[in-house]
């Protein structure tokens, strides 16, 4: 069974920075894509950043210029920089790994921005 563990999240001032790190169990190359999603209280959960096997990457809208999505395959890590964070980037962040036959997701990491 893939194991994928989230960490780095906590509570940051508007303007700050955090990395998110998403060690998996397996290698990470195996995946087709691996993702970074988020779900804030009372909202559905949504896609914040991609990147395919190739290291072809994909953002949402609200993050582009401000995240960045990255990955390790030698310590099979994946990793979302946060940059300019804002209010509204609070969250549970979840590692999302897209396999070939079935999807893996993480426990997730809590991200408060305070104002």
């Known amino acids: 069974q893939v194991q994928l563990v989230e960490s780095g999240g906590g509570l940051v001032q508007a303007g700050g920075s955090l990395r998110l790190s998403c060690a998996a169990s397996t290698y990470t190359s195996s995946f087709k894509a691996m993702a970074w999603y988020r779900q804030a209280p009372g909202k559905q959960r949504e896609s914040v950043a991609i990147i395919t096997t190739s290291g072809s990457t994909n953002y949402a809208d609200s993050v582009k210029g401000r995240f960045a999505v990255s990955k390790d395959n030698a310590k099979n890590t994946v990793y979302l920089q946060m940059n300019s964070l804002k209010p509204e980037d609070t969250g549970l962040y979840y590692c999302?790994?897209?396999?070939?036959?079935?999807?893996?997701w993480g426990q997730g990491t809590q991200v408060t921005v305070s104002s």
């Open positions: 999302n790994a897209q396999g070939w036959v079935q999807n893996y």
